[in-house]
Protein backbone atom coordinates (compact mmCIF):
# COMPACT_ATOMS: atom_id res chain seq x y z
CA UNK A 1 0.00 0.00 0.00
CA UNK A 2 2.13 2.72 -1.46
CA UNK A 3 -0.23 5.02 -3.72
CA UNK A 4 -1.98 7.63 -1.86
CA UNK A 5 -5.46 7.87 -2.98
CA UNK A 6 -6.79 10.72 -1.05
CA UNK A 7 -4.61 13.33 0.36
CA UNK A 8 -5.95 16.73 1.92
CA UNK A 9 -4.39 19.71 3.25
CA UNK A 10 -6.07 21.77 5.88
CA UNK A 11 -8.98 21.47 3.82
CA UNK A 12 -11.74 23.30 5.91
CA UNK A 13 -15.66 24.27 5.33
CA UNK A 14 -17.20 26.97 6.73
CA UNK A 15 -21.39 27.93 6.58
CA UNK A 16 -21.60 31.36 7.70
CA UNK A 17 -19.97 32.08 11.24
CA UNK A 18 -20.05 28.26 11.53
CA UNK A 19 -16.59 26.46 10.76
CA UNK A 20 -18.05 22.55 10.30
CA UNK A 21 -14.23 21.34 8.88
CA UNK A 22 -11.71 22.30 10.33
CA UNK A 23 -8.28 22.44 8.31
CA UNK A 24 -8.07 18.64 8.52
CA UNK A 25 -5.08 17.19 7.23
CA UNK A 26 -4.66 13.38 6.06
CA UNK A 27 -4.15 11.01 3.69
CA UNK A 28 -5.35 7.46 2.64
CA UNK A 29 -3.42 4.76 0.86
CA UNK A 30 -4.43 2.40 -2.41
CA UNK A 31 -6.35 -0.49 -0.79
CA UNK A 32 -6.45 0.95 2.49
CA UNK A 33 -9.39 0.52 5.18
CA UNK A 34 -9.78 3.99 6.59
CA UNK A 35 -12.44 4.84 9.17
CA UNK A 36 -13.64 7.99 9.55
CA UNK A 37 -15.46 8.19 13.14
CA UNK A 38 -16.67 11.43 14.92
CA UNK A 39 -19.77 11.64 16.91
CA UNK A 40 -22.74 12.95 15.59
CA UNK A 41 -22.14 16.81 14.98
CA UNK A 42 -18.47 16.27 14.38
CA UNK A 43 -17.99 16.95 10.96
CA UNK A 44 -17.68 13.87 9.57
CA UNK A 45 -20.15 14.00 6.98
CA UNK A 46 -19.34 17.23 5.59
CA UNK A 47 -15.88 16.25 5.45
CA UNK A 48 -16.87 13.22 2.84
CA UNK A 49 -19.46 15.48 1.27
CA UNK A 50 -16.00 17.47 0.01
CA UNK A 51 -14.40 14.14 -0.75
CA UNK A 52 -17.06 12.87 -2.96
CA UNK A 53 -17.01 16.00 -4.98
CA UNK A 54 -20.43 16.90 -3.58
CA UNK A 55 -19.64 19.95 -1.80
CA UNK A 56 -17.17 22.69 -2.18
CA UNK A 57 -14.54 23.55 0.55
CA UNK A 58 -14.05 26.72 1.96
CA UNK A 59 -10.31 26.58 2.56
CA UNK A 60 -7.22 23.90 1.96
CA UNK A 61 -6.63 21.60 -0.57
CA UNK A 62 -7.63 17.97 -1.27
CA UNK A 63 -7.46 15.12 -3.56
CA UNK A 64 -9.04 12.28 -4.72
CA UNK A 65 -7.94 9.40 -7.22
CA UNK A 66 -5.47 12.06 -8.27
CA UNK A 67 -8.50 15.11 -8.75
CA UNK A 68 -9.10 18.05 -7.09
CA UNK A 69 -11.89 18.70 -4.69
CA UNK A 70 -12.16 21.92 -5.76
CA UNK A 71 -12.75 21.96 -9.71
CA UNK A 72 -12.61 18.21 -10.58
CA UNK A 73 -15.55 16.84 -9.02
CA UNK A 74 -17.27 15.02 -11.90
CA UNK A 75 -14.01 13.07 -12.44
CA UNK A 76 -14.38 12.31 -8.73
CA UNK A 77 -17.40 11.08 -8.79
CA UNK A 78 -16.73 8.79 -11.99
CA UNK A 79 -13.64 7.18 -9.69
CA UNK A 80 -15.09 6.14 -6.41
CA UNK A 81 -18.17 3.90 -4.98
CA UNK A 82 -20.74 5.94 -2.48
CA UNK A 83 -22.84 3.71 -0.09
CA UNK A 84 -25.06 4.91 2.98
CA UNK A 85 -27.24 3.68 5.48
CA UNK A 86 -30.20 5.62 4.30
CA UNK A 87 -30.22 5.36 0.52
CA UNK A 88 -27.93 2.61 -1.89
CA UNK A 89 -30.73 0.74 -4.22
CA UNK A 90 -34.29 1.17 -5.37
CA UNK A 91 -36.10 -1.07 -3.39
CA UNK A 92 -39.26 -0.74 -6.36
CA UNK A 93 -36.65 -2.34 -8.81
CA UNK A 94 -35.21 -5.76 -9.49
CA UNK A 95 -31.81 -7.00 -7.75
CA UNK A 96 -30.84 -7.08 -11.64
CA UNK A 97 -32.47 -4.06 -12.65
CA UNK A 98 -30.55 -1.87 -9.72
CA UNK A 99 -27.32 -3.50 -10.99
CA UNK A 100 -27.87 -2.64 -14.49
CA UNK A 101 -28.91 0.71 -13.30
CA UNK A 102 -26.07 2.20 -11.64
CA UNK A 103 -23.24 0.39 -13.93
CA UNK A 104 -25.23 2.21 -16.66
CA UNK A 105 -24.38 5.49 -14.77
CA UNK A 106 -20.69 4.47 -14.79
CA UNK A 107 -20.98 3.19 -18.67
CA UNK A 108 -20.73 0.18 -18.42
CA UNK A 109 -22.04 -2.09 -21.21
CA UNK A 110 -24.61 -4.65 -21.14
CA UNK A 111 -22.60 -7.00 -22.51
CA UNK A 112 -20.35 -6.83 -19.73
CA UNK A 113 -23.55 -6.17 -17.16
CA UNK A 114 -24.88 -9.21 -17.60
CA UNK A 115 -21.89 -11.59 -17.39
CA UNK A 116 -20.40 -9.50 -14.24
CA UNK A 117 -23.90 -9.35 -12.75
CA UNK A 118 -24.07 -13.18 -12.67
CA UNK A 119 -20.76 -13.74 -11.16
CA UNK A 120 -21.53 -11.59 -8.28
CA UNK A 121 -25.20 -12.65 -7.68
CA UNK A 122 -23.47 -16.50 -7.46
CA UNK A 123 -20.57 -15.10 -4.55
CA UNK A 124 -23.36 -13.26 -2.82
CA UNK A 125 -25.51 -16.22 -3.05
CA UNK A 126 -28.29 -14.09 -5.03
CA UNK A 127 -28.47 -16.01 -7.95
CA UNK A 128 -31.98 -16.83 -8.05
CA UNK A 129 -32.78 -13.67 -6.38
CA UNK A 130 -32.09 -11.69 -9.66
CA UNK A 131 -35.44 -11.07 -10.66
CA UNK A 132 -36.78 -10.18 -7.11
CA UNK A 133 -37.73 -6.94 -5.93
CA UNK A 134 -35.49 -5.68 -3.32
CA UNK A 135 -37.78 -4.15 -1.17
CA UNK A 136 -38.61 -7.70 -0.40
CA UNK A 137 -35.10 -8.55 0.70
CA UNK A 138 -33.82 -8.96 3.97
CA UNK A 139 -31.85 -5.80 5.13
CA UNK A 140 -28.38 -7.84 5.65
CA UNK A 141 -28.84 -8.76 1.86
CA UNK A 142 -29.90 -5.04 0.59
CA UNK A 143 -26.69 -4.04 2.68
CA UNK A 144 -24.46 -6.63 0.91
CA UNK A 145 -26.17 -6.17 -2.16
CA UNK A 146 -25.70 -2.40 -2.36
CA UNK A 147 -21.46 -2.71 -1.23
CA UNK A 148 -21.09 -4.83 -4.24
CA UNK A 149 -23.14 -2.44 -6.84
CA UNK A 150 -21.17 0.30 -5.19
CA UNK A 151 -18.04 -1.38 -6.34
CA UNK A 152 -19.66 -2.81 -9.52
CA UNK A 153 -17.67 -0.32 -11.63
CA UNK A 154 -14.19 -1.25 -9.69
CA UNK A 155 -13.34 2.04 -8.29
CA UNK A 156 -10.43 3.21 -6.68
CA UNK A 157 -12.27 4.21 -3.72
CA UNK A 158 -15.45 3.23 -2.42
CA UNK A 159 -17.20 5.46 0.56
CA UNK A 160 -19.44 3.65 2.82
CA UNK A 161 -21.64 6.08 4.90
CA UNK A 162 -22.65 3.75 8.38
CA UNK A 163 -23.30 1.07 5.87
CA UNK A 164 -23.87 -1.76 8.26
CA UNK A 165 -26.41 1.00 10.67
CA UNK A 166 -29.69 -1.38 11.92
CA UNK A 167 -28.40 -5.02 10.89
CA UNK A 168 -27.31 -7.78 13.40
CA UNK A 169 -23.27 -8.66 14.57
CA UNK A 170 -23.59 -12.07 12.29
CA UNK A 171 -24.46 -9.94 8.96
CA UNK A 172 -22.06 -6.97 10.05
CA UNK A 173 -19.45 -9.60 9.94
CA UNK A 174 -20.06 -11.15 6.76
CA UNK A 175 -20.64 -7.53 5.27
CA UNK A 176 -16.80 -6.74 6.76
CA UNK A 177 -15.50 -10.20 4.17
CA UNK A 178 -16.43 -8.13 1.95
CA UNK A 179 -14.67 -5.12 2.82
CA UNK A 180 -11.82 -7.45 3.45
CA UNK A 181 -11.89 -8.72 0.08
CA UNK A 182 -12.57 -5.54 -1.59
CA UNK A 183 -9.21 -3.63 0.33
CA UNK A 184 -7.37 -7.12 -0.79
CA UNK A 185 -8.45 -6.44 -4.88
CA UNK A 186 -6.95 -2.74 -4.10
CA UNK A 187 -10.16 -0.83 -3.68
CA UNK A 188 -9.68 1.79 -0.73
CA UNK A 189 -12.16 1.66 1.56
CA UNK A 190 -13.04 4.78 3.09
CA UNK A 191 -15.60 4.20 6.22
CA UNK A 192 -17.96 6.02 8.94
CA UNK A 193 -19.28 4.04 11.78
CA UNK A 194 -20.77 3.98 15.26
CA UNK A 195 -19.72 0.50 15.67
CA UNK A 196 -16.77 0.92 17.77
CA UNK A 197 -15.64 -2.96 17.30
CA UNK A 198 -16.03 -2.35 13.68
CA UNK A 199 -13.48 0.41 14.37
CA UNK A 200 -11.17 -2.68 14.97
CA UNK A 201 -11.28 -3.94 11.61
CA UNK A 202 -9.85 -0.43 10.31
CA UNK A 203 -6.20 -0.34 9.23
CA UNK A 204 -6.35 3.05 10.76
CA UNK A 205 -8.50 5.56 11.93
CA UNK A 206 -9.06 8.88 12.77
CA UNK A 207 -11.06 10.90 15.13
CA UNK A 208 -12.98 14.21 14.45
CA UNK A 209 -13.86 16.38 17.53
CA UNK A 210 -15.50 19.95 16.87
CA UNK A 211 -14.56 19.68 13.28
CA UNK A 212 -10.83 19.16 13.58
CA UNK A 213 -9.11 15.24 13.60
CA UNK A 214 -7.63 14.65 17.32
CA UNK A 215 -6.24 11.02 16.86
CA UNK A 216 -5.44 9.74 14.13
CA UNK A 217 -3.23 6.22 14.01
CA UNK A 218 -3.67 2.18 14.14
CA UNK A 219 -6.10 0.71 16.14
CA UNK A 220 -3.70 -0.91 18.55
CA UNK A 221 -1.39 2.34 18.75
CA UNK A 222 -4.85 4.48 19.64
CA UNK A 223 -5.65 2.29 22.51
CA UNK A 224 -2.17 1.99 23.28
CA UNK A 225 -1.70 6.17 23.51
CA UNK A 226 -5.20 6.23 25.53
CA UNK A 227 -4.35 3.34 27.88
CA UNK A 228 -7.70 2.03 26.80
CA UNK A 229 -8.83 -1.51 26.60
CA UNK A 230 -10.81 -1.44 23.61
CA UNK A 231 -11.98 1.48 20.63
CA UNK A 232 -15.27 2.48 22.92
CA UNK A 233 -13.24 3.72 25.47
CA UNK A 234 -10.60 5.39 23.23
CA UNK A 235 -13.87 7.24 21.57
CA UNK A 236 -15.69 8.54 24.96
CA UNK A 237 -12.29 10.34 25.98
CA UNK A 238 -12.17 12.06 22.77
CA UNK A 239 -15.85 12.70 22.59
CA UNK A 240 -15.72 13.98 26.13
CA UNK A 241 -13.66 16.99 24.86
CA UNK A 242 -16.46 18.18 22.23
CA UNK A 243 -17.68 21.46 23.44
CA UNK A 244 -20.54 21.91 20.37
CA UNK A 245 -23.54 20.37 19.65
CA UNK A 246 -24.82 18.12 17.16
CA UNK A 247 -25.60 20.42 13.65
Known sequence: MTDTVIQ???LTKIFGSFTAVDAITFDVKKGEIFGF???NGAG???AMRMLCGLSVPSGGEATVAGFSVKNQAEQIKHSIGYMSQKFSLYEDLTVYENIRFFAGIYGI???TIRARSSEMLQRLGLGDQRNTLVGSLPLGWKQKLAFSVAIFHSPRIVFLDEPTG???PVTRRQFWDLIYEASDNGITVFVTTHYMDEAEYCNRISMMVDG???ALDTPA???SQFQANDMDEVFY???RRAKRKSY
Do not use: M
Request: charged letters at 40%.
Open 221 to 223: NLK
Open 237 to 239: RLA
Open 212 to 214: AIK
Open 166 to 168: GVD
Open 109 to 111: ERK
Open 44 to 46: KTT
Open 8 to 10: TEK
Open 37 to 39: LGA
